[in-house]
């Protein structure tokens, strides 16, 4: 499975970016999938996540209410809309997919992430 994020760019404090990740080689369907973030001189950390049918999200305190997450089973593909931009917000975004199974999307812990893709820069200017 390879993942490709995109649509990373520099946006001013309060502006808006919406990041496609296609999933190639297999359907999407066939997993959970979710975005992680890394600042510079940080860990990885979770950001949202979505059930493979889209019918379930978790989002992380941070960013609850300012970012959402979609996907397009029909087109392979996942968004992640962020509005309200902070600059705390500034980092590489990463695209994640884990085999979707009975554990559902509440722990969709970095440890248990079969495929990453690479991740897209986000900026944030104050």
């Known amino acids: 499975v390879q993942l490709q994020a995109s649509g990373g760019g520099l946006v001013q404090a309060g502006g808006s970016l919406r990041l496609p990740c296609a999933v190639a080689g297999r359907t999407a369907r066939d997993y959970d999938m979710g975005w992680y973030r890394q600042a510079p001189g940080k860990e990885r950390e979770f950001v949202n996540a979505?059930?493979?049918?889209?019918?379930?999200?978790v989002y992380a305190d941070s960013v609850k209410g300012r970012f959402t997450i979609s996907r397009d089973n029909a087109k392979n593909m996942v968004y992640l809309q962020m509005n309200s931009l902070k600059p705390e917000d500034t980092a590489t975004y990463y695209c994640?997919?884990?085999?979707?199974?009975?554990?559902?999307?509440?722990?969709?812990?970095?440890?248990?992430?079969?495929?990453w893709g690479k991740g897209t820069q986000v900026t944030v200017s104050s």
């Open positions: 979505i059930s493979w049918s889209g019918t379930n999200t």
């Open positions: 994640a997919a884990r085999v979707a199974d009975t554990r559902g999307i509440t722990h969709f812990d970095s440890g248990g992430i079969d495929y």
